[in-house]
């Protein structure tokens, strides 16, 4: 059985990941942080790698990657402090530093082209490389241009590299800068409250992606297939199935990596903060993704200036957008999607923003919806053709669909309403109880998991001798 099967992804691999930072967490907090701590860490950093993706190929990859940000990084401060007050130029660490952003990006590259995942699971590639190969780029990025920059010291341990760069929480939730993710690493003492926290934020992240985002986008998927034969009906229904899908997914992982992190006493950044409920596609983005865009404009600019990360202006902001797309895919639709977000970033900052803001605000909030909703229809099709002919569903102007098609199941129904409600912070007042909320779903976990092994462990020593007799007469009349 591949560790990509549902099984895997939805059950056996978090209880897994639970039970080992679990672990962890106990050597950190009763056996200090020393080197047993480290190895621990870079145990379970490695373990989920090879869950996510596996390979000798790839294993033997990173390896070498990490040994050579290692060398780069100590090369980028020794120059850089050589020259630090000499002439503006920094011109030979300016060299290691574009040899380090480069091979970073020619590594997710080989990767993507060249096929080093292959056989059984080019499945994978397409799924798990937006959310775990192109981080590993992000994260030693981050890390050569904080240390020219001078935010950070090059990493003297190659183990703690290893650490930050192969990080579980990290290549699930999203890329974040070296710096703080250093200093967490350095002092971090988990607690009994943040493992139950984390296991809480795990939970809703696996029911967000395997559960509303897996049922929403199999009816997706269906629509998107074949456009051309959808009525008005299905095509708004698989639209809003897509939106669901998008947020669901993102968001989920992003739950997980949040708390994974928090299991080992690592406070990793928000990514999603309901970005359905905005009245502005700025406002969205603000939202959307924050680590990633964020990440985009504080490094699209590599320059060694440590004050030089300039104010959002229009034009930065449409960039980020752009790059946001490209990550999202390579194709005509992802660089459609991003021209689109980046064109009404551009429009809304020459004016049309402040005329929504004196729309009410149910009409703002309609505009955003629609806005996002139109995106996902350019981002989710297989071709920019494809998206037209949905668009034409959606107005009702197919020329021949199908009028006889299945209907959509209680289910579907059931995942869309509980959808629409759990994208809006309709209960704000929950939170002061969620400290409680943590205690009561952990002592729940630990109950169940107790009777189910009370329970295996009755049924085996029940069933032990019967079965032996069972096999003693099968055994016996065979001999007869």
Request: hydrophobic content about 55%.
């Given at each position: 059985?591949?560790?990509?099967?549902?099984?895997?992804?939805?059950?056996?691999?978090?209880?897994?990941?639970?039970?080992?930072?679990?672990?962890?967490?106990?050597?950190?907090?009763?056996?200090?942080?020393?080197?047993?701590?480290?190895?621990?860490?870079?145990?379970?950093?490695?373990?989920?790698?090879?869950?996510?993706?596996?390979?000798?190929?790839?294993?033997?990859?990173?390896?070498?990657?990490?040994?050579?940000?290692?060398?780069?990084?100590?090369?980028?401060?020794?120059?850089?402090?050589?020259?630090?007050?000499?002439a503006h130029g920094l011109p030979l660490a300016r060299v290691w530093?574009?040899?380090?952003?480069?091979?970073?990006?020619?590594?997710?590259?080989?990767?993507?082209?060249?096929?080093?995942?292959?056989?059984?699971?080019?499945?994978?590639?397409?799924?798990?490389?937006?959310?775990?190969?192109?981080?590993?780029?992000?994260?030693?990025?981050?890390?050569?241009?904080?240390?020219?920059?001078?935010?950070?010291?090059?990493?003297?341990?190659?183990?703690?590299?290893?650490?930050?760069?192969?990080?579980?929480?990290?290549?699930?939730?999203?890329?974040?800068?070296?710096?703080?993710?250093?200093?967490?690493?350095?002092?971090?003492?988990p607690s009994i409250s943040d493992y139950s926290y984390g296991v809480?934020?795990?939970?809703?992240?696996?029911?967000?992606?395997?559960?509303?985002?897996?049922?929403?986008?199999?009816?997706?998927?269906?629509?998107?297939?074949?456009?051309?034969?959808?009525?008005?009906?299905?095509?708004?229904?698989?639209?809003?199935?897509?939106?669901?899908?998008?947020?669901?997914?993102?968001?989920?992982?992003?739950?997980?990596?949040?708390?994974?992190?928090?299991?080992?006493?690592?406070?990793?950044?928000?990514?999603?903060?309901?970005?359905?409920?905005?009245?502005?596609?700025?406002?969205?983005?603000?939202?959307?993704?924050?680590?990633?865009?964020?990440?985009?404009?504080?490094?699209?600019?590599?320059?060694?200036?440590?004050?030089?990360?300039?104010?959002?202006?229009?034009?930065?902001?449409?960039?980020?957008?752009?790059?946001?797309?490209?990550?999202?895919?390579?194709?005509?639709?992802?660089?459609?999607?991003?021209?689109?977000?980046?064109?009404?970033?551009?429009?809304?900052?020459?004016?049309?923003?402040?005329?929504?803001?004196?729309?009410?605000?149910?009409?703002?909030?309609?505009?955003?919806?629609?806005?996002?909703?139109?995106?996902?229809?350019?981002?989710?099709?297989?071709?920019?053709?494809?998206?037209?002919?949905?668009f034409r569903a959606l107005a009702g102007m197919n020329p021949s669909?199908?009028?006889?098609?299945?209907?959509?199941?209680?289910?579907?129904?059931?995942?869309?309403?509980?959808?629409?409600?759990?994208?809006?912070?309709?209960?704000?007042?929950?939170?002061?109880?969620?400290?409680?909320?943590?205690?009561?779903?952990?002592?729940?976990?630990?109950?169940?998991?107790?009777?189910?092994?009370?329970?295996?462990?009755?049924?085996?020593?029940?069933?032990?001798?019967?079965?032996?007799?069972?096999?003693?007469?099968?055994?016996?009349?065979?001999?007869?």
């Open positions: 059985m591949l560790f990509l099967e549902p099984i895997w992804r939805s059950t056996l691999i978090p209880t897994g990941f639970a039970l080992i930072l679990l672990g962890v967490s106990l050597i950190v907090r009763y056996w200090g942080r020393g080197a047993v701590d480290k190895a621990a860490l870079l145990a379970a950093a490695g373990l989920g790698v090879a869950f996510m993706i596996g390979g000798a190929a790839f294993a033997a990859l990173i390896a070498a990657f990490v040994l050579i940000m290692h060398s780069i990084a100590l090369a980028i401060e020794r120059t850089a402090g050589r020259n630090r007050d000499a530093l574009a040899v380090g952003v480069s091979l970073s990006v020619t590594m997710v590259a080989a990767i993507s082209v060249a096929g080093v995942i292959t056989g059984s699971l080019q499945y994978a590639r397409g799924m798990l490389l937006p959310f775990g190969v192109s981080y590993f780029a992000f994260h030693a990025i981050s890390y050569v241009v904080d240390v020219s920059r001078g935010r950070a010291r090059a990493e003297r341990s190659r183990s703690q590299l290893a650490v930050y760069l192969l990080l579980l929480p990290q290549i699930v939730g999203g890329p974040v800068a070296y710096e703080g993710v250093a200093r967490q690493l350095a002092r971090r003492s809480r934020r795990l939970l809703i992240g696996v029911w967000k992606v395997f559960v509303m985002a897996a049922l929403a986008g199999a009816h997706a998927d269906a629509a998107f297939a074949k456009p051309g034969e959808l009525t008005a009906f299905t095509a708004w229904v698989g639209l809003i199935s897509a939106t669901l899908q998008m947020y669901y997914g993102f968001s989920g992982y992003s739950d997980m990596g949040v708390g994974l992190g928090r299991m080992i006493g690592i406070r990793l950044p928000e990514n999603f903060r309901w970005p359905y409920v905005g009245d502005s596609v700025r406002e969205f983005w603000r939202r959307w993704h924050i680590g990633l865009s964020a990440w985009f404009r504080e490094y699209v600019d590599v320059s060694m200036d440590a004050d030089h990360v300039p104010p959002p202006s229009t034009g930065r902001e449409a960039l980020v957008v752009l790059l946001c797309g490209a990550w999202y895919g390579v194709g005509w639709t992802a660089v459609a999607w991003g021209l689109c977000h980046a064109m009404l970033i551009v429009a809304e900052r020459r004016g049309v923003e402040a005329a929504l803001k004196r729309l009410p605000a149910l009409l703002r909030h309609v505009y955003l919806v629609l806005i996002v909703m139109g995106s996902w229809v350019i981002l989710r099709s297989a071709t920019l053709g494809s998206a037209m002919q949905f669909p199908l009028r006889v098609q299945p209907a959509a199941s209680a289910a579907l129904w059931m995942v869309l309403g509980a959808g629409a409600i759990g994208c809006a912070p309709l209960f704000p007042t929950i939170r002061r109880w969620t400290v409680a909320i943590d205690a009561l779903i952990v002592s729940l976990l630990m109950m169940l998991f107790a009777s189910l092994l009370f329970a295996w462990r009755c049924v085996r020593i029940i069933a032990a001798p019967v079965l032996r007799g069972w096999r003693w007469s099968l055994s016996r009349a065979g001999r007869l």
